[in-house]
């Protein structure tokens, strides 16, 4: 596998969830007390694989916004 490969993923539970809330990338950015990025986001959404560290700041940015207890699980299929 190359590496474009590798790391794209097709598009995760996170944009339907996100879709469901009626979120946008800037809401989630606004909400959150940790250092995130529209691009974090807008990537999180698409596939792009992230490390663990921004998956979790992506995952409680989503918590605190929809306040509800979702898991990475729930938010990435990898």
């Not at 990025?37 to 995952?59: I, P």
Request: aromatic letters at 4%.
């Amino acid at each position: 596998m190359d590496n474009a490969t590798d790391r794209d993923l097709g598009p995760q539970p996170i944009s339907e969830l996100m879709d469901k809330h009626a979120l946008k990338p800037h809401d989630l950015v606004a909400v959150s007390t940790e250092q995130i990025t529209h691009k974090m986001v807008t990537r999180a959404c698409k596939g792009r694989r992230l490390s663990r560290n921004v998956q979790l700041k992506v995952l409680r940015a989503l918590n605190a916004a929809t306040e509800q207890a979702y898991g990475l699980g729930d938010l990435f299929t990898y």
